[in-house]
């Protein structure tokens, strides 16, 4: 492992994305959380343009940082606002926190033995060429009844979440 | 070639993935555990992105099935917090312990 | 006739099942359905009898049950010894079915003692119709629950309870003995029969070791079933039953039915010397032992209770002393002249509603009827010449000595005395001097009571002359006619025994008038000279005191312990057990809480731990 400019940005952008994370869970206010978790969002699409992938990088940050992000302080907003995390002081709570929090470590672990013993032989891609261009073809020819779907299910869940989102008229009202 | 190894990638994905898990499944607000869960989906990305280029036959496709993968978490935000906000009108409350009427 | 001998003993059930479904509607009619059905049976009997006398034995089985190779029969037998159990028990029952006719009038479960009667009978005549023992011992259980039943039928009264319950166990410890006996000799012989039975002892199948252990089983069921030392303490209890319950049961025909089976397996017996040696010393040994106690006893059926339990010491006295004729001859003038008695004192109590004898006296002419025949009773047990006692205790006095039992026979001598002493005690308590306790109207029992009691007095009288020394020895030559193995119809003895026999009862009868019928003797004479004694007598050797001190708290300590077992041991476990799966279940049903996250949280923490068992493992690659 040589130190090159790419090792150095990875780790930056690592670093910033694990960090996003664990404020997510500490942080005490639900607006602080949704922007810590922006970091994270956006440290992935740095991630992406290591590997390769420019136009997912840039699709992350319009879809995660921007789109996601703001739906859910939308969400917040319309809800309790401030909502505090305090500790559900039950003892049943924090034994499952516990539990939890061990399981988490050890299915961790386990993946982790899984990823070191994964034998990976790294194979010259020309992905970095026209990354966007290729996306664009591979979506427009190979994967386009997919990609057809997708707009479907886009359109119904634009339809669903208007309707569960309407003010419901009072029976009574509409009689 | 590359001087980051595939599996500092799939291990950075494993982190995210552990602790979008751990938010999603103890966090009481509904709205942190669904960006729990978009941050879950977002380490099922890096992985398929990771996969596109260093997979044994590095190809396009791995990141077309991320751009899906998205495509679908917005979705699935959308009408998640759609339901919540239905739910919050009539329980008025965020509280997913409070959310338990199904058990009857 | 005696093809149709299996018809007896249904009369008596019929009666039982009649009065079980319509008895309620009947009332005291239903008297009537016993008495007539117990008729029916007297006459079935006496025929049977008659027809005995000159035809050889009838008998007739079936095969109830066939295991392989094995034939279980069922049938019925009449050979002398069960004609004359037919008779003397169902003309006991006749007469008991009449007087009770009189002594339970008015009270509310008639029909429910009669129907007891019947079921009793059934089971008594049954029983001594067996051919094999495997019948005998189930009519012997039946026998029981008819004791047990018509015991404790004034089950309201505490004593009578907790005596039906005595009468019950005490037996049940006999009948143990009797059970494993019984296997024992199907184990050694293959057959239940009787007949087969003495076939393979007299052609030495079975060890002599064997023989005497087997026979001194069923000895065992025999000393339950009558009252023998040291399982005697049930029947003076049993008296809490009504009086003509006592008469027929427990003076008559139950308490014989040991005798019965010692004489019905009796060529078993004689096989082995150990054995017969065990009868006539645990006989005798009742015999004067109850005598003893029947002395100081002031409860009239208690007295006449201790009198049967000596009497039946008699009996088995005789029979281990080779004297079969002997034993069934005192088997049946008992029966006579004990019925009587329990009938006359049943008919003394009706008429002064008190069982104490102190409490009595001066009866003799208030009950015109009742005290000659409770004198002919007295006088029959007492063995004073001329009567029934006399010529059958005479056999069994004389069985004694010929059977070279010279210490046995004092023993039964001495026995006599008392038995003369203690019996004219309470004839002159109840009838001499002058009244003692408060007695109002005292009047005569109605003639359905004092008819059966004058032929119970009548055969009392002539029912010894079947078989004396003088006038031929009629029924000791017919009961063993045909069956050398019996031994003599009657035994020679020296005249000085008779005459012995004689002078003692005579004796005792002068000493119970000097002391209760001229008081030239002070009471106190004899309590107070042997005070310590009296109070040994007073409460029976203590051997009530005795059991309930050994074997009741010993049972009681044991069943302590094993409930201590139970309760800490088997229930800890069984309750660690539940309430584990309890708390489980509990677990689980809060885990079905509605909560999703917790749902999700049971679900990845399994999934989890397969993930690390596999990492940890390598899943199959290993």
Known sequence: MTLTGEFFAFMALALVAIIGGVLLLNLNKVVHMVVALIFTFVAIAGIYILLNAEFVAAVQVLIYSGAITIIMLFGIMLTKPYDDEGESASNGSKWRRILLFLGVVGFAFAVYVGIYNFPIDQVPSNLHENNTLEVGKALYSKYIIPFEFVSVLLLASLIGAIILAKREDKEGDSK | ?104 | MMENAWLIPLFPLLSFLILLLIGKRLREASAYVGILLTLASLVFSILVLFERFTEPTYITKFDWLTIGDLHLTAGFEVNQLNALMLFIVSLVSFLVHTYSKGYMHGDERFPVFYAYLGLFTFAMLGLVISPNLLQTYIFWELVGVGSFLLIGFYFYKEEAKAAAKKAFIMTRIGDVGLFIGMILIFWQTKSFEYSEIFRAVEAGAVSQTMITLTAILIFIGAVGKSGQFPLHTWLPDAMEGPTPVSALIHAATMVAAGVYLVAALFPLFQASQTALLTVATIGAFTAIFAASIGLVQTDIKRVLAYSTVSQLGYMMLALGSAGYVAGVFHLMTHAFFKALLFLAAGSVIHAVHTQNIEEMGGLWKKLKFTGPLFLIGTLAISGVPGLSGFFSKDEILVAAWEGGHPVLFLLALIAAFFTAFYMFRLFFLVFTGEARGEQKHVHESPSLMTLPMLVLGVLAIIGGYVNTPWFGSFLGDWLVDGNEALGHGHIEGPAWIMIAATVVSLLGIYLAWLIYGKRSVARDWLSGAGGTLHTILLNKYYVDEFYQLIVVNFVKGFSYFLRFIDVFLVEGIVKGVAGFVQGLGITGSKMQNGQVQTYGAVAFIGLAVLAVIFALTGGYLK
């Not at chain 2, 941050?39 to 996969?51: E, P, S, W």
């Not at chain 2, 280029?53 to 190809?59: F, I, N, V, W």
Request: charged share 10%; hydrophobic share 60%.
């Open chain 2, 1 to 104: 070639m590359s001087s980051v190894p595939a599996s500092a990638f799939l291990a950075l994905a494993l982190i995210l993935f552990c602790i979008g898990l751990y938010g999603a499944l103890t966090k009481r607000n509904t709205v942190i555990v669904l960006i729990s869960i978009e941050l879950m989906l977002n380490a099922v990305n890096i992985n398929l992105v990771t996969f596109s280029k260093y997979g044994m036959a590095p190809s396009i496709t791995g990141q077309v099935f991320a751009l899906f993968a998205m495509a679908v978490a917005a979705a699935e935000a959308a009408v998640g917090l759609a339901i919540l906000m239905s739910l919050y009108r009539n329980k008025k409350t965020v509280n997913i312990d409070e959310m338990d009427q199904m058990k009857h």
